[in-house]
């Protein structure tokens, strides 16, 4: 079985999809490339055309000029091969999402085979269907039992058409169909309608061998295309495997929206990419050249790996809102890591985040609030010095840590830090070999020390340049509250409070 | 005839418990001692602080003290006794530090791995960090400690704040526990109170005693209709 995947009027939809704005209005594609203007513009042919500008009274073939003279509104447009490509690229890849055996078989028409697929074709075929609709694009589908048959179906059909069952109900179907469905060159369409061949039916009425020795075998294949009965081989393409999508702008951008619009067609085109490869995106990394500064380069780790273009905007979305840069963007890159798709089963008594692709955007808010470097996990410095952690970050996966059993046995209760640590000025009393703080006398903390404890002496880094060396008391205020006093290079300071 | 089947599910559970110790994660309040007996003077006995997801608590540190900063209650005991619970139950614990006071050292390296720790400037920012993880609905515990934060400061936060964070809290299924030097969150669900006073021998003492002997006592709870989902 092979299935053919059409869109119709595929340079104008190709354009179309991307330029919502048109939505509703008479657009008429030229055939004259870009920059041709005036007279010349004037002249050249319609060759694709909007349900509006149909029902404008405007149909292919006409001239611009007389197309305008139908319908003043008609807005006429040049071919784009940058947008075509992308919409190539997306039909190209909505094929290689279901086999890697497709051909391209003309612009907008890729031909499957289909051979060795387990799912039915027909749903097969619809969900390509509505692939390309979630990109913009409205496609058919037909589907044979030869790739020519194939395409046929999807001429004609609605949405998805079948031909199965007796070749000659087949054929049947296939006699009213215009003559020019079978592709034939423009001399043999000239030399048809001589004929008075103007349907597939009239064609195929005509003796092959006969036709064949006039015309040359090529026309041959034309009749067996017609007649339901050509085979060939599919001359197979693949579908590119770089995850990858950068720009350079003529006019530098200087706001979120428009650098948003364009990552948005950059996520898209390599979700689909990724979609082809059965892949997801494990992390993003964003480069924008500014314009006579340093580039901003930026690694997005995706805790759960995904093909969802909202999400994968988001995360974009979420640092480019708190994000200045210091000139313009002249170039913007985007490039996804893949990673297959997290489908692991987890086990019965293990939680997981309901959201980690929404708890790790969240995370990124709360680090663009306070700073990235107060929001994480505290783990112990390497050093013995006082306050000397440092932040891990939180990383989101899938799976929330496991329980913690044992902890170590402490006693006291925790310190309340005080950040920065507050000098004060203190009153002590000669001890043979220390100070002893006797009271406080400056400060928000000024009174007596009825307890002390301590001296706790502390001292590090000799050997550089980081040299420290401390005095630690646990001393009990008047008020009723434990400090801790720090004596550090003749200075005292309240640390904080246990509580 | 009643107490067959509450028998047959006793020992159900209990087989459970035994086969699948991870699913059923020792409480807290089998892990630590017991509280001390009530007190003889006819005050509230001290509780097990047990949050209900979508709920919001309010823990009161009083300590009225001339520096401004309310320590001594238990406030950072509390924060101890809630790692622990999370380690336990292999959960983590956010704790948006209102004044960034949280000492990690004063922590084992173990229990500061169940902690998400977001280190504010000052009481706005807490309250904004609270607000967007209150509406992403992933961390189920979130502990907002405004102890050091200045009264005034606090005072001047709109009450409406506290109803907004009782509704997402509803919506998303998080329980939120206030730590603050006085009462201010109108809407809180249940209002316990910290009354420990430091004494110099604190420090030489085990600290899941100290912990046990300073559990917040209940004093205020209130009910509130449930908000129905649309």
Redesign the interface.
């Known amino acids: 079985m092979f299935a053919a995947l059409f869109i119709p009027d595929f340079h104008l939809q190709a354009q179309l999809r991307l330029r919502p704005e048109w939505d509703g209005l008479p657009v008429a594609l030229l055939e004259c490339p870009a920059g041709v203007t005036g007279k010349e513009q004037g002249k050249a042919r319609i060759l694709q055309i909007t349900r509006e500008a149909a029902s404008a009274g405007i149909v292919t073939g006409i001239t611009a000029t007389r197309a305008q003279a139908r319908c003043p509104s008609l807005l006429l447009i040049h071919r784009n091969p940058e947008d075509e490509e992308a919409s190539r690229e997306a039909l190209w890849n909505c094929a290689a999402e279901v086999t890697r055996d497709f051909e391209a078989s003309g612009p907008g028409l890729v031909t499957l085979d289909l051979h060795g697929v387990r799912y039915a074709p027909e749903k097969l075929a619809a969900g390509r269907i509505d692939c390309l609709r979630s990109l913009g694009l409205s496609a058919r589908a037909g589907l044979a039992a030869n790739p020519d048959l194939a395409f046929l179906a999807a001429r004609l059909a609605d949405s998805v058409l079948t031909f199965q069952g007796p070749i000659e109900r087949i054929r049947e179907r296939l006699a009213p169909l215009p003559v020019t469905a079978l592709q034939p060159s423009p001399d043999w369409l000239e030399l048809f309608r001589l004929w008075g061949v103007q349907t597939i039916g009239d064609l195929t009425a005509l003796p092959r061998n006969e036709l064949v020795e006039r015309l040359g075998p090529a026309v041959g294949r034309c009749w067996d295309q017609g007649n339901g009965c050509a085979q060939r081989l599919l001359r197979l393409v693949r579908a590119p495997q770089v995850y990858s999508e950068s720009l350079d702008l003529d006019d530098p951008i200087d706001s979120t929206e428009p650098l948003l619009f364009l990552l948005r067609r950059f996520v898209e085109r390599i979700v689909c990419r990724l979609a082809a490869a059965h892949l997801a995106a494990g992390s993003l990394e964003l480069h924008l050249g500014l314009d006579g500064a340093p580039s901003h380069r930026r690694t997005f780790r995706i805790p759960e790996p995904t093909r969802d273009v909202e999400v994968l905007l988001r995360i974009l979305q979420t640092h480019l809102d708190t994000f200045t840069a210091p000139a313009p963007v002249i170039a913007i890159s985007l490039e996804a890591v893949p990673t297959r798709s997290n489908s692991g089963q987890t086990q ?2 293990q ?1 997981s ?4 692709n ?2 790790a955007d ?1 995370l990124a ?2 680090e663009a ?2 700073g990235a470097e ?7 410095g390497l050093s013995h010095r ?2 000397t ?1 440092r ?1 891990e970050p ?1 990383l ?1 996966g899938t799976l ?20 920065p640590r507050r000098p004060v000025s203190v009153v002590t009393t000669a001890c043979p070999h220390f100070a002893r703080p006797d009271a406080i006398v400056s400060g ?2 000024r ?1 007596t020390l009825t ?1 002390q ?1 301590g001296p706790w002496l502390g001292s590090g880094d000799w050997w550089n340049e980081a040299d420290w060396r401390r005095e630690e008391w ?1 001393v ?1 205020h008047e ?4 400090y801790r006093l720090v004596l550090e290079s003749g200075k005292w300071f309240v640390e ?4 | 005839m009643i107490s067959d089947p509450v028998n047959r599910v006793l020992a159900l559970r209990q087989l459970l418990r035994e086969r ?1 110790p ?2 059923h ?1 020792r409480s807290a309040a089998e892990a630590t001692p017991p509280p001390p007996p009530p007190d003889p003077d006819g005050d509230p006995a001290p509780v097990e602080v047990d949050f209900s997801p979508g709920e919001i608590y309010e823990v009161v ?1 009083e ?1 009225p ?5 309310q ?7 509390l ?2 006794d809630l790692l ?1 619970r999370s ?6 614990l956010v704790l948006v530090d209102g004044k ?22 000052d009481a706005s ?1 807490a309250l ?2 609270t607000d ?2 209150l ?5 189920p515990t979130i502990l907002l400690d405004l ?2 934060n200045p009264l005034t400061e606090l005072q001047s936060l709109p009450p409406s704040t506290w109803h907004r964070f009782r509704g997402l809290a509803e919506q998303s299924g998080v329980a939120l526990l206030v730590l603050t030097p006085a009462p201010i969150v109108t809407s809180a669900h249940r209002r316990f109170t910290l009354q420990r ?2 004494q ?1 021998s ?7 005693l ?1 912990s046990a002997r300073s559990r917040p006592i209940l004093t205020r709870r209130r009910k509130f209709s449930r908000r129905l989902s649309a």
């Not at chain 2, 960034?100 to 400037?121: N, V």
């Not at chain 2, 509406?135 to 961390?139: A, F, I, P, Q, S």
């Open positions: 019965l008594f939680s985040w309901k959201d980690p929404r708890l969240t808010r709360v609030l306070l107060r929001v994480g996990i505290p783990v112990p006082s306050d952690f932040m939180f989101t929330m840590p496991q329980t913690v059993s044992e902890t170590v046995i402490r006693s006291g209760p925790p310190l309340r830090r005080f950040r928000a903390f009174g307890d404890r646990d009990l008020s009723g509250t434990c904080g409070g246990y509580d | 699948f991870a699913a994660p540190a300590q003290n001339f520096a401004g900063a320590m001594g209650c238990g406030g950072a005991l924060i101890g622990n380690g336990q139950e292999g959960r983590i960034d006071s949280f000492d990690p050292d004063s922590f084992d390296e173990a229990q500061c791995r169940q902690l998400l720790w977001l280190r504010c400037r920012q904004q960090a967007l993880l509406r992403d609905g992933n961390l102890q050091l006073r430091g110099p604190d420090l030489d003492m085990p600290r899941e100290l």
